[in-house]
């Protein structure tokens, strides 16, 4: 399985970006999948995730109301579109696969996905 993580960028306060997270195989649509992001001298932090179906969708507090996650199981890609982005959301963003198929909710811990993408660099300017 590879994950490809892109569109990310340099945006200024209050602008928008969105991410894609394309995998290879034929299982995605059998996975949840989450975003994590890791900025400088900081660990790595949960941002959201999403289950297999869609129908479930987690976030962490503070990216709720201005980050979506989404999933086109026909693409084999998950998406981040982020809004309103704040000089504290500057980081590389990664993409990662639940370890288990058909979980109902997966969150926020990262021992609970085994692949990874490369990650995308995201700079707001304030």
């Known amino acids: 399985v590879q994950l490809q993580a892109s569109g990310g960028g340099l945006v200024q306060a209050g602008g928008s970006l969105r991410l894609s997270c394309a995998a290879s195989?034929?299982?995605?649509?059998?996975?949840?999948m989450g975003w994590f992001r890791q900025a400088p001298g900081k660990e790595r932090e949960f941002v959201a995730s999403?289950?297999?179906?869609?129908?479930?969708?987690y976030y962490a507090d503070s990216v709720k109301g201005r980050f979506t996650i989404s999933r086109d199981n026909a693409k084999n890609t998950v998406y981040l579109q982020m809004n309103s982005l704040k000089p504290e959301d500057t980081a590389v963003y990664y993409c990662?696969?639940?370890?288990?198929?058909?979980?109902?909710?997966?969150?926020?811990?990262?021992?609970?996905?085994?692949?990874w993408g490369q990650g995308t660099q995201v700079t707001v300017s304030s």
């Open positions: 990662a696969r639940d370890r288990l198929m058909f979980r109902a909710a997966v969150v926020g811990s990262a021992g609970l996905y085994d692949y």
């Open positions: 195989g034929r299982t995605f649509s059998n996975y949840g």
């Open positions: 999403i289950n297999w179906s869609g129908g479930s969708t």
